[in-house]
């Protein structure tokens, strides 16, 4: 079992920047891909990044590319998204998620994701 904590949401002004953090609990952090989707009201759950399991390899939403950049820290622990540039239409609630692999082939679709965090909501204003 898995246990996904988010935190570093909040309210900011267009152009403005975030940073998210994810506290995961697992033994063997290390052998979990890790990603955040976000989802706004009304509206489905979507990806936003993705990283391998040893952070070399990273995959962005074409909506964010350039402007986010996730990392991980895998003695720590924790995975980040850093959020540069923010537009009103990254309003929503971020939610960090792990799933198991044996390889560094990361998935981007929410359905494969196995662990979740509670979410942290982020508030762009214009």
């Known amino acids: 079992q898995v246990q996904l904590v988010e935190s570093g949401g909040g309210s900011v002004q267009a152009g403005g920047s975030l940073r998210l953090s994810c506290a995961a609990s697992?033994?063997?952090?290390?052998?979990?891909?890790m990603a955040w989707f976000r989802q706004a009201s009304g509206k489905e759950r979507e990806f936003v990044a993705a990283?391998?399991?040893?952070?070399?390899?990273?995959y962005y939403a074409n909506s964010v590319k350039g402007r986010f950049t996730i990392l991980r820290d895998n003695a720590e622990k924790m995975v980040y998204l850093q959020m540069n540039s923010l537009k009103p239409e990254d309003t929503a609630g971020y939610y960090c998620?792990?799933?198991?692999?044996?390889?560094?082939?990361?998935?981007?679709?929410?359905?494969?994701?196995?662990?979740w965090g509670q979410g942290t909501s982020v508030t762009v204003s214009s």
């Open positions: 990283i391998s399991r040893s952070g070399g390899s990273t």
């Open positions: 998620a792990a799933l198991w692999l044996s390889t560094e082939v990361v998935p981007t679709t929410p359905a494969r994701y196995k662990y």
């Open positions: 697992a033994r063997t952090f290390s052998n979990y891909a």
